[in-house]
């Protein structure tokens, strides 16, 4: 079987959903939000509230390198849902969407920070093995998103935080169908299968 890749995390924290909300939803605080540290500042393109379709740039910096993102937003469902997708300038939104979903929970607000790349890799080992070390980087990169979350609104560290090395399926549903990646990615292992079996019969016979 072929799927997307991605991960998510989520975290009870200690506060009303309006009051993340109101965080999450800023995308000018991104900077102060983002746990990978590699978000440095946010601008809205047209300075108006966000919306379905609203584009966002984003400086970063990772690794010592520094670029642009122009981010649309995709989803938008307050104080619930807030879903974007990553692009260039000149392309907005074409790569990998991240979402935060807030529900309630417990006298406090289940927090859910994740992302769905459009990379597609079998299930089966050893892509497995790749696709679960992708989504455990970005797992990573997020519980300390949500550590800021909770000390912004001056709660806890999240409670009972769970973590899913699966793309949620709110953004798969927005990529294209698996069938044509999945029928290219299925070709190439054919195909690089097939290309090691015959290197190791030349071999063989030298």
Known sequence: MIRYTGASVSGRINAPVESIWELVSDVER??????????????????????????????????????VT???V??????????????LPNAPGIAQAWIFALQPEAN??????????????????????LRKRIAQGYANSIIPTLDNLARLVNAPPPEDVRVVTEPPTELTALFPPLIIPGTTMVA???????GVLALRRRLRKS
């Open 188 to 194: 190439a292992a054919i195909a690089g299968v097939a």
């Open 30 to 67: 991104h900077p102060q939000i983002a746990g990978s540290g590699e978000v440095q500042a946010v601008t809205i393109r047209d300075n108006q509230p966000l919306h379905v379709g609203s584009v966002f740039e984003s400086q970063q910096l990772m690794r010592g390198i520094h670029y």
């Open 108 to 129: 406090g607000t289940r927090v859910t920070n994740g992302v769905a790349l459009i990379y597609v890799l079998p299930t089966f080992f050893p892509f497995s093995l």
């Open 70 to 72: 122009a981010n649309r």
């Open 74 to 87: 995709v989803i938008w469902d307050p104080p619930y849902r807030f879903a974007w997708r990553v692009g």
